[in-house]
């Protein structure tokens, strides 16, 4: 039987900005990202994790549409998406939203929520009539948690806390049935106290709606939480590659790069004797080298205590080395 094509795909995504060496120097380019291949299924769930200039937000906005790769594609069902008819293109854009980081400048603050939700709706012709959008908009809002949702239609942007924002982005992205909502640092800006309930609305429209994510985060305990109560698939990125990538279990559980290693390490123990007991993994160096010039072989080898000649010049691929459990190290793919 054939197998249905993911829901989307990145193949060999390279996206490179072109920056200037001082005034008239030659042109050098930024490589955020460098060549990377994932998969999302219908209803999945992918996490890009890593830290700031990674990449991984990079890749997100490209899945989603809003950035040109410099090399490979995106295919959207097996379709790559440069070669849509306008009529295709643009269910493939209304299929993928985004969620961003940052919900106090997500939302335009002249308009108020009812306005804010009416948009899409009357932009995709989802409903026609005054009284059909406001019936739609009451529905997003309690769909999204914001009760009584009265209550929420005529408020603006600043009378709402930062989890109620994010609420109501949230609320703008379901509104026009996405297949894929890119999930961007949704709860980096949100208080502490507020960020599982954003996560649990997020799996729980997953559970309603059937919605797939692209969840990006830098937060290794986000990541486990949201991918792994998912049953998702955690790719862990540096530099613009993916070092390693397999179900979130076995990542959390048996991670097999050493900078997955280090990115549990830095989650924060609540138990005092575990962490007087555990045995950090030092780096090299806290430096991390600018995507301009990266470093050659693995782009690890400058912070990895465990880096030896073979790492300064040959980069490692990718390799499975355990059901869908891939790995780009000397050390694991040398035995
Ligand atoms: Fe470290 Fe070498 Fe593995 Fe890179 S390939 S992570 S430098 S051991």
């Not at 980096?188 to 106290?193: A, G």
């Not at 613009?240 to 048996?254: N, Q, R, S, T």
């Not at 575990?274 to 301009?292: E, V, Y």
Request: glycine content about 8%; hydrophobic content about 40%.
């Amino acid at each position: 039987m054939q197998q249905a094509s993911p829901l989307i795909e990145a193949r060999g995504v390279k996206v490179y900005f072109p920056v200037r060496k001082g005034l008239f120097g030659s042109i050098a380019y930024v490589r955020a990202v460098d060549g990377v291949s994932v998969a999302i299924p219908r209803g999945g769930i992918l996490t890009l994790l890593g830290e700031s200039g990674c990449g991984k937000t990079t890749l997100g906005k490209t899945i989603a549409g809003l950035i040109k790769p410099t090399a490979g594609e995106i295919l959207y069902k097996g379709k790559p998406i440069n070669r849509m008819r306008k009529k295709e293109y643009m269910v493939y854009r209304r299929s993928v939203q985004i969620v961003h980081q940052d919900p106090y400048a997500a939302l335009n603050p002249t308009k108020t929520v009812f306005q804010t939700l009416s948009f899409p709706l009357k932009r995709w012709k989802i409903a026609r009539s005054r009284r059909e959008l406001r019936e739609k908009v009451i529905e997003l809002l309690e769909t999204v948690g914001l009760t009584p949702p009265e209550d929420f239609l005529n408020k603006y942007p600043h009378q709402l806390s930062g989890g109620q924002r994010q609420r109501v982005v949230i609320a703008r992205a379901i509104s026009v049935n996405p297949e894929l909502i890119v999930a961007d640092e949704p709860i980096t800006m949100i208080d502490v106290s507020l960020r599982l309930g954003i996560l649990d609305l997020l799996l729980g429209l997953r559970e309603k709606l059937g919605t797939a994510y692209l969840f990006i985060t830098h937060d290794f305990g986000a990541a486990r939480y949201f991918t792994a109560k998912g049953g998702g698939v955690i790719a862990v990125m540096y530099l613009g590659k993916v070092v390693e990538m397999g179900p979130a279990e076995a990542v959390i559980h048996d991670p097999l790069h050493p900078y997955t290693d280090i990115l549990i390490q830095a989650v924060p123990e609540p138990d005092p004797d575990k962490m007087r007991n555990a045995k950090p993994i030092k780096l090299r160096s806290l430096d991390i080298p600018s995507p301009l010039n990266p470093p050659k072989g693995c782009k690890f080898h400058t912070r990895c205590p465990y880096a030896w000649e073979r790492c300064e010049k040959e980069e490692p691929p990718l390799v499975e080395l355990k059901p869908g459990h891939s790995v780009a190290c000397w050390l694991k793919l040398r035995r």
